[in-house]
């Protein structure tokens, strides 16, 4: 997918479409993870997912979204800066807890997205996305303290892509006995 020719010169920057692409669909999956209804995830939502999740940044920005207690527009939403914005909290399980039916059904959501992939895709070019998506619904299950569902996404996200961050942190999570501390209201 990403061609060696793509360098104009060979000291110039490397581009990176994963990043960018995850970034220009980092809206529409935050839409796709919250949006109402219980009804089977579109085929383009699921795609919007998985390429949103092909990136750790877009990530910690989907993880900070679906935790967020007052359920901000999904249009609001902007990407994580690594070099500018502080680590989500609910990503360790700090901070106000979020909404369990919000998390809930994001993570079936994200599930639901790797589930279509595995159906329909699996080309190496999505592998990433795919995992990343997992990774997230394995974080929901941990965030919601659903261990033993938690463990299962997150082995499931590794044997997809065995050096996903996310879902190498929840399993040490899980296997530690490490669950989240939400303040409760």
Request: proline letters at 10%.
């Amino acid at each position: 997918m990403i061609p060696t020719t793509t360098r104009v010169h060979p000291e110039a920057a490397v581009r990176y479409p994963r990043e960018i692409a995850a970034a220009v669909t980092l809206r529409a999956a935050c839409a796709a993870l919250v949006r109402p209804g219980s009804s089977a995830l579109p085929r383009p939502a699921a795609i919007a997912v998985i390429t949103a999740c092909g990136a750790l940044a877009p990530r910690f920005a989907l993880l900070a979204f679906v935790a967020a207690r007052d359920a901000p527009d999904p249009r609001t939403v902007t990407a994580f800066d690594p070099f500018h914005d502080p680590t989500p909290p609910a990503l360790r399980g700090c901070g106000p807890e979020p909404d369990r039916d919000r998390v809930r059904i994001a993570g079936d959501r994200c599930a639901e997205a790797w589930q279509r992939w595995r159906a329909d895709d699996l080309s190496a070019d999505t592998v990433t996305g795919a995992a990343g998506a997992l990774a997230m619904a394995s974080w929901c299950a941990w965030a919601l303290g659903s261990v033993a569902r938690a463990q299962t996404r997150a082995q499931y996200a590794l044997e997809t892509r065995p050096d996903d961050p996310l879902a190498a942190l929840v399993l040490r999570s899980v296997r530690a006995r490490s669950g989240p501390a939400w303040e409760r209201r």
